[in-house]
């Protein structure tokens, strides 16, 4: 085990490397000069621009840009925005947000996708599992705006169970219907995994011995239908994590939060680098670190699977 791990933070580093120097190029790829943009109709004298752009090492080639952001990352100078705050502030307090939304669109996606999903491969062909199919095939084909609207509209606007924007602060109870509307598509994906995988499970020979051996259909279904079936399921929830970190800045605009997404998102459109590149290194290894949590749990859901002699 400990062998395995080794390897897999092993094979962190080229991904960390190779997503940053993508991310980095394409910000420096954009059109435009960011500081002269940030100073609109009145520019500054070429003298002044000149530099702030060598205080920013724009003045340098790309290569070189990005080998000092780099060797700075490492030292812990994630470097400042072209307002001139630091960018780990920046960090500090988008971050936090944006990471309490995620995981609470993935407790809500993994407690219910899996409960609906398993009592829909227990009732495989009736009125329940027909149903399932439909509410998920649903909200896979319609756009995660549009549901975020819908539900802003119905519980915001109508019924006045939620505010329709989330506060500065962003405390749970004002994410749950952000969070909702986060997890939406991913819970009709782990509905449709958990009953289909149930549905296999359930006609599995070490099913029919737990069976004939006298155990009770609970015990049965909890322990060997259930704890098998998760194995697909968990690999689904820890690509997913890095997914709803990503996806959250369609939700974050609908709701007007300030987390992560609108914070790279204006930093895209500003052409901030380092901004950019920080806290896409920041999800790289928070996406790694999940994939590799869930490979190490697949030992302790399937004692067949081992990873070092």
């Not at 506060?167 to 598509?185: N, T």
């Not at 929830?237 to 790279?264: K, P």
């Amino acid at each position: 085990m400990l062998w395995y791990t080794g390897k897999r933070l092993i094979q962190m580093i080229p991904v960390f490397f190779g997503a940053t120097f993508l991310i980095y190029f394409m910000v420096f790829s954009l059109p435009g000069d960011p500081i002269a943009a940030l100073y609109g109709d009145r520019p500054p004298s070429a003298a002044v621009l000149a530099q702030i752009r060598a205080e920013y090492n724009l003045d340098k080639p790309f290569i070189v840009q990005y080998l000092l952001y780099i060797g700075n990352f490492f030292q812990g100078d994630l470097g400042t925005t072209y307002s001139g705050r630091s960018v780990s502030d920046v960090m500090a307090s988008a971050f936090p947000i944006t990471a309490r939304l995620a995981m609470l669109a993935l407790a809500f996606e993994a407690f219910f996708g899996i409960f609906v999903g398993l009592i829909a491969g227990l009732r495989k062909g009736k009125l329940f599992d027909a149903s399932a199919l439909v509410v998920s095939l649903l909200l896979i084909s319609v756009p995660t705006f549009v549901i975020g609207f819908v539900l802003q509209f119905v519980f915001g606007v109508q019924l006045g169970w939620a505010r329709t924007t989330v506060s500065g602060a962003a405390p749970l109870d004002e994410l749950i219907l952000p969070a909702l509307v986060l997890a939406s598509v991913s819970f009709a994906y782990i509905v449709r995994l958990t009953r289909a995988s149930v549905s296999d499970n359930l006609n599995a020979d070490f099913v029919r011995t737990a069976t004939a051996k006298g155990l009770s259909r609970p015990r049965v279904v909890t322990v060997h239908v259930l704890r098998n079936s998760l194995v697909p399921v968990i690999t689904f929830l820890g690509v997913d994590i890095g997914s709803l970190m990503v996806g959250a800045i369609v939700t974050e605009g609908i709701f007007n939060i300030n987390g992560v997404g609108g914070t790279v998102f204006k930093a895209i459109r500003l052409g901030e680098g380092p901004t950019v590149v920080s806290f896409i290194a920041v999800m790289v290894v928070i996406f790694v670190l999940a994939n590799l949590l869930v490979d190490l749990l697949y030992a302790a859901l399937d004692p067949r699977i081992r990873y070092a002699k």
